[in-house]
């Protein structure tokens, strides 16, 4: 006993002496964050920062930094990190952390109450772990921040609270005046997500925490304060300027600057020959979407704004480009010189990319509109001589679209026209030319078209050339000189400005958009009270391209009539000044324009007739489901063109298709091959079953496996020694699992039958309870109940190689005399089945695995190789509906192989027509 209580003892000394040691290298953590330093993003609105600082010593096991942020030095919310590899650590001088455009501030999944972090020293800088969705605690700091809500569709036009505001505001004049107001306020548990941006001229406070490997944080830095500014947009990297002398109109390029979020607008001037600027172009950004790079301004349009304008002395302007923000800002390319434009003829344009058709994507849920362009192309990518020179190896690619389908294509070379029907992007031809020498490939193509549509010209060809270089002693294709890409201009009907939603290889001959579903609202805050957090009621239905104005209509009827209430209140008022006298005309002609407006208001003649409709909907339900549909199909009905440009103020267009909207199908015509062939199958499986049950009997091919488990159980038997069966470790979704278990019933009543002593060591638990009642039900099946040893079937671990040790400890120590391996494997596989062949037991394996097949294969007795594993359930039970179901894929996969042999003989013969009936991946 006191040698226990010693033993104890000097365990609880090591103990205790190991945590002191790991604390003493782990825990030390008492030095903070040095060299924070906080930065403003340049360029940008004000809502961005970097914060800076010089990381720890690797020596101190750093994991982590933490970073805070608050408006206060003395209240930080957690608000991201930076992770660290606590083995490399950090190898550059400083580490950087954004904090810029609109991060995470709050959700539904938000604590509710703000919490303090764990074991911070008292008198301290307060660090909470998150912002709250507690508005008394994040209502205030709404005004800190520009503050966006993104707001589920259906709860933000059926789950609002209509609330009606009244606020008593100061004019310009020096008198109040009452402002009323409705908004639509949700609790935050409604929002998919709140989040923030930094504003221009706020203070903000931010501190950096280290947290080492034992989970212990560094003092905190240094708090630095920076106030945010809103700077200048960024310059832009290219402008191009080129007249088009024949067309009386110029082009002008420029690049994408990096920042685009606050960007207002870009505007194209002219610098006449004082040096002074004259605006001819101007043009507002598609934000939040990529804007038009480039744009055709024609004389016209220039003498209107410029009347000096000489169209005949060009070379007497310079151009230049600015870029304003939506504080008025604005920064020019150049440093107030501009640049030349360059004069050409419209035949130095690319030609315009013929055959453009737009059309709904057929067979899907209505997400994308389907561009097709250009004639077929082809490529010769890559060029090879044999070591003999006597063949030529060609590598191409090709592309085509639904308006040419490529049947085949031909090269022809040296007169001699060599045909790939089987396009598998390589060619093998015969050299009958000098290889030393330049060679010319023509290209052309037999091509499939719809009925009714373009036919390709048969003069259409494409010619690649092929060098040798005699010092590389290699072949090469020479360069063809400028390629032009395609940008892919789009517009909406509730937009104002075209999009660029992509750019295209010049070797691309269609391009599929996404037009998405409109799955969220965006919206600011206006107000918020302890439940609710209030924003604007309106939507954006349309936009009116003959008054060059955006459409707008309230949500709620309540709303409208108020809104009108009050216009018709402000008419009178403003009616009442107009009967003063000795009114300026400026004032007057002011006063009139407003009345005009509020007129607006209160009249639908103007309106869209949708919104006539709207409005005399009898419940704001109503009006807002058939408002959502409408504002639905605006903003997703669109026009696109095509510009083929090379980046440089080269560029030719496609004519501006028709609107088109994209209509959601109910079913995809490409799978009625797939349909057809699972009801061939039902009836295959209807028709074996129902046979099955009759009583005839079918064939099935003898599967060695399966037919020596009998004799594998009797041997066991017959030496007093277990049988280990091993489910592999797969889950019970696997099928091969399932396969097991179909084999496990039948092993299981048989060694019941000989009352030899079963083993299942499972490795998944929900593997485990299955296993016990098929083993169960097995030994009463047999009649044999009282032999049934629950604890024989048993879980050993989840972990792949402790669980392979166990059961190779099972097998030496109880010397299983047979085992069976049926399910899925993986690395463990020959680990077992070598510890199972060197005690000498009959082995039985099937897996689905084919990496694991050639060990089961060498060191296994008998092996079922993949549905040989499936199969044997069939075989085992000779039960109608297994056996039925067997045979149906059987003569399923017969009916495959014969459309197989079919398609590889009418291919061979040119005769693609069957191949083109099923469907291309």
């Known amino acids: 006993m006191n040698n226990r209580k010693i033993y104890y003892l000097y365990i609880f000394i090591l103990l205790v002496s190991f945590i002191m040691i790991s604390c003493g290298k782990l825990a030390k953590n008492d030095v903070s964050v040095q060299n924070v330093e906080v930065v403003d993003v340049p360029n940008d609105d004000g809502g961005g920062v970097v914060i800076n600082w010089k990381p720890l010593p690797r020596e101190n096991k750093i994991i982590e930094y933490r970073i805070y942020r608050g408006i206060h030095p003395d209240t930080?919310?957690?608000?991201?990190?930076?992770?660290?590899?606590?083995?490399?650590?950090?190898?550059?001088?400083?580490?950087?952390?954004?904090?810029?455009?609109?991060?995470?501030?709050?959700?539904?999944?938000?604590?509710?109450?703000?919490?303090?972090?764990?074991?911070?020293?008292?008198?301290?800088?307060?660090?909470?772990?998150?912002?709250?969705?507690?508005?008394?605690?994040?209502g205030p700091l709404f005004k800190y921040y520009k503050m966006l809500c993104i707001i589920p569709d259906k709860q933000y036009y059926y789950k609002t609270k209509k609330k009606l505001f009244v606020d008593i505001i100061d004019t310009e004049h020096g008198k109040k005046d009452t402002v009323e107001e409705y908004l639509s306020g949700l609790k935050i548990e409604q929002f998919s997500e709140i989040a923030a941006k930094l504003k221009p001229d706020q203070d903000y406070y931010y501190a950096v925490q280290a947290v080492n490997n034992s989970r212990k944080k560094s003092p905190l830095s240094k708090v630095?304060?920076?106030?945010?500014?809103?700077?200048?947009?960024?310059?832009?990297?290219?402008?191009?300027?080129?007249?088009?002398?024949?067309?009386?109109?110029?082009?002008?390029?420029?690049?994408?600057?990096?920042?685009?979020?606050?960007?207002?607008?870009?505007?194209?001037?002219?610098?006449?020959?004082?040096?002074?600027?004259?605006?001819?172009?101007?043009?507002?950004?598609?934000?939040?979407?990529?804007?038009?790079?480039?744009?055709?301004?024609?004389?016209?349009?220039?003498?209107?704004?410029?009347?000096?304008?000489?169209?005949?002395?060009?070379?007497?302007?310079?151009?230049?480009?600015?870029?304003?923000?939506?504080?008025?800002?604005?920064?020019?390319?150049?440093?107030?010189?501009?640049?030349?434009?360059?004069?050409?003829?419209?035949?130095?344009?690319?030609?315009?990319?013929?055959?453009?058709?737009?059309?709904?994507?057929?067979?899907?849920?209505?997400?994308?509109?389907?561009?097709?362009?250009?004639?077929?192309?082809?490529?010769?990518?890559?060029?090879?001589?044999?070591?003999?020179?006597?063949?030529?190896?060609?590598?191409?690619?090709?592309?085509?679209?639904?308006?040419?389908?490529?049947?085949?294509?031909?090269?022809?070379?040296?007169?001699?026209?060599?045909?790939?029907?089987?396009?598998?992007?390589?060619?093998?031809?015969?050299?009958?030319?000098?290889?030393?020498?330049?060679?010319?490939?023509?290209?052309?193509?037999?091509?499939?078209?719809?009925?009714?549509?373009?036919?390709?010209?048969?003069?259409?060809?494409?010619?690649?050339?092929?060098?040798?270089?005699?010092?590389?002693?290699?072949?090469?294709?020479?360069?063809?000189?400028?390629?032009?890409?395609?940008?892919?201009?789009?517009?909406?009907?509730?937009?104002?400005?075209?999009?660029?939603?992509?750019?295209?290889?010049?070797?691309?001959?269609?391009?599929?958009?996404?037009?998405?579903?409109?799955?969220?609202?965006?919206?600011?805050?206006?107000?918020?009270?302890?439940?609710?957090?209030?924003?604007?009621?309106?939507?954006?239905?349309?936009?009116?391209?003959?008054?060059?104005?955006?459409?707008?209509?309230?949500?709620?009827?309540?709303?409208?009539?108020?809104?009108?209430?009050?216009?018709?209140?402000?008419?009178?008022?403003?009616?009442?000044?107009?009967?003063?006298?000795?009114?300026?005309?400026?004032?007057?002609?002011?006063?009139?324009?407003?009345?005009?407006?509020?007129?607006?208001?209160?009249?639908?003649?103007?309106?869209?007739?949708?919104?006539?409709?709207?409005?005399?909907?009898?419940?704001?339900?109503?009006?807002?489901?058939?408002?959502?549909?409408?504002?639905?199909?605006?903003?997703?009905?669109?026009?696109?063109?095509?510009?083929?440009?090379?980046?440089?103020?080269?560029?030719?267009?496609?004519?501006?298709?028709?609107?088109?909207?994209?209509?959601?199908?109910?079913?995809?015509?490409?799978?009625?091959?797939?349909?057809?062939?699972?009801?061939?199958?039902?009836?295959?499986v209807y028709y074996f079953i129902k046979s099955a049950q009759r009583g005839k009997e079918f064939y099935i091919r003898p599967i060695a496996g399966i037919q020596e488990i009998d004799n594998a159980i009797g041997r066991a038997t017959e030496m007093g020694r277990p049988i280990l069966y091993v489910n592999g470790l797969g889950y019970i979704e696997d099928v091969a699992t399932l396969a097991g278990l179909a084999i496990l019933s039948r092993v299981a009543k048989k060694s019941a039958e000989y009352d030899t002593k079963l083993l299942v060591p499972a490795f998944d638990y929900i593997v485990l309870p299955i296993s016990q009642e098929i083993v169960k039900e097995a030994h009463y099946e047999a009649g044999r109940p009282d032999t049934y040893d629950k604890d024989n079937v048993f879980f050993v671990t989840d972990s792949q190689f402790a669980y392979v040790a166990g059961v190779n400890g099972i097998m030496i120590r109880e010397k299983t005399a047979t085992n069976f391996y049926m399910g899925m494997f993986y690395a463990e596989s020959l680990l077992l089945t070598e510890t199972g062949n060197m005690t000498g037991a009959i082995q039985i394996a099937g897996t689905d695995a084919v990496a694991q097949l050639p060990f089961f294969i060498t060191t296994c007795d008998y092996t079922l190789i993949g549905e040989e594993l499936y199969a044997a359930g069939a075989y085992l039970s000779r039960q109608p509906l297994i056996m039925g179901t067997l045979k149906a894929q059987d003569y399923a996969k017969l009916l495959i192989v014969a459309c197989v042999i079919i398609g590889t003989f009418l291919s061979t013969a040119h005769l693609t027509f069957f191949i083109n009936l099923f469907p291309e991946k």
């Open 224 to 684: 630095v304060k920076i106030r945010t500014t809103d700077d200048p947009p960024e310059r832009l990297n290219d402008f191009y300027a080129v007249n088009i002398i024949d067309k009386q109109r110029m082009h002008f390029e420029w690049s994408i600057p990096f920042f685009t979020s606050d960007l207002e607008s870009y505007n194209i001037y002219l610098i006449d020959k004082d040096s002074e600027k004259h605006l001819i172009f101007h043009r507002i950004t598609a934000f939040p979407y990529t804007s038009q790079t480039n744009c055709i301004v024609n004389y016209e349009d220039i003498k209107k704004l410029y009347p000096d304008f000489d169209e005949n002395n060009i070379d007497n302007y310079c151009f230049d480009i600015g870029v304003k923000d939506n504080a008025g800002q604005e920064t020019f390319y150049s440093d107030g010189n501009g640049i030349f434009a360059k004069n050409i003829t419209s035949k130095q344009l690319p030609t315009p990319v013929e055959f453009f058709t737009i059309k709904d994507n057929p067979n899907d849920s209505g997400e994308h509109i389907l561009i097709y362009f250009g004639k077929p192309y082809a490529e010769v990518t890559r060029a090879e001589y044999s070591h003999n020179f006597k063949r030529l190896i060609l590598n191409y690619y090709y592309k085509d679209n639904d308006i040419f389908k490529i049947k085949a294509i031909i090269f022809t070379i040296k007169d001699k026209k060599y045909t790939e029907y089987v396009l598998d992007k390589k060619i093998v031809v015969k050299v009958n030319w000098e290889p030393t020498e330049p060679i010319d490939i023509n290209i052309s193509f037999k091509v499939k078209t719809k009925k009714g549509g373009p036919s390709l010209p048969d003069d259409y060809k494409l010619t690649y050339t092929i060098d040798y270089d005699k010092e590389m002693e290699r072949a090469y294709i020479v360069d063809k000189g400028i390629k032009y890409n395609y940008q892919v201009y789009k517009l909406s009907k509730a937009e104002e400005v075209y999009r660029f939603p992509k750019l295209i290889p010049y070797n691309w001959r269609e391009y599929k958009d996404k037009v998405n579903y409109e799955t969220d609202i965006y919206r600011g805050v206006a107000k918020y009270d302890n439940n609710y957090i209030y924003t604007s009621a309106y939507l954006c239905m349309d936009f009116d391209r003959d008054n060059n104005e955006i459409i707008f209509t309230d949500l709620y009827l309540d709303q409208l009539k108020k809104n009108k209430d009050i216009s018709a209140k402000k008419i009178k008022k403003l009616n009442e000044k107009l009967l003063k006298p000795n009114l300026p005309d400026t004032l007057k002609y002011k006063i009139e324009q407003n009345i005009a407006d509020y007129k607006k208001v209160i009249s639908e003649d103007n309106l869209p007739n949708y919104l006539k409709e709207a409005n005399r909907q009898s419940s704001d339900k109503k009006r807002i489901k058939f408002l959502a549909e409408m504002r639905e199909k605006n903003i997703r009905t669109c026009t696109y063109f095509l510009r083929t440009t090379d980046g440089k103020g080269h560029f030719a267009d496609t004519e501006h298709s028709e609107y088109i909207f994209p209509k959601p199908e109910w079913f995809d015509k490409n799978q009625i091959l797939v349909l057809i062939f699972v009801l061939i199958f039902t009836l295959f």
């Open 76 to 138: 930080l919310y957690y608000i991201g990190k930076i992770p660290i590899n606590i083995k490399s650590g950090v190898i550059a001088d400083t580490l950087k952390f954004y904090d810029k455009g609109y991060t995470f501030f709050v959700d539904a999944n938000s604590p509710s109450k703000r919490k303090l972090e764990k074991g911070l020293p008292k008198g301290e800088t307060r660090l909470y772990r998150s912002y709250p969705k507690d508005l008394s605690v994040i």
